[in-house]
């Protein structure tokens, strides 16, 4: 039986596969930073792949939903919750203003 694929295993291929036939990447300013984004579908999930101009460490981004069903922005994996929720609101209005 095969080894599951991790997230990151899944984002590399879908990244591949996106280059040749799927969205186009855009920028999204931020305070302190551009960044190049990707939106990406895995495991039927809407995820931003964001890779920074200034070379920090590039974020995974997606809305969650909490137990009262409020959204937010998360990182995947958790762990950078504080830029996930700027880097989601930049890419949120950037697709609200590009429809």
Do not use: H
Request: without cysteine; charged residues 30%.
């Amino acid at each position: 039986m095969a080894k599951p694929r991790s997230f990151q295993q899944q984002m590399q291929t879908s990244l591949l596969l996106e280059k040749e036939e799927g969205p186009q990447p855009f920028k999204i300013e931020l305070e302190d930073d551009t960044a190049l984004v990707v939106e990406q579908t895995i495991n039927g999930r809407r995820v931003f792949y964001a890779q920074f101009k200034s070379g920090k460490r590039p974020l995974v981004v997606a809305v969650a939903e909490d137990r009262q069903g409020t959204k937010f922005w998360t990182s995947i994996p958790e762990g950078r919750q504080q830029e996930a929720e700027i880097v989601g609101k930049a890419v949120a209005t950037y697709i609200r203003s590009n429809r």
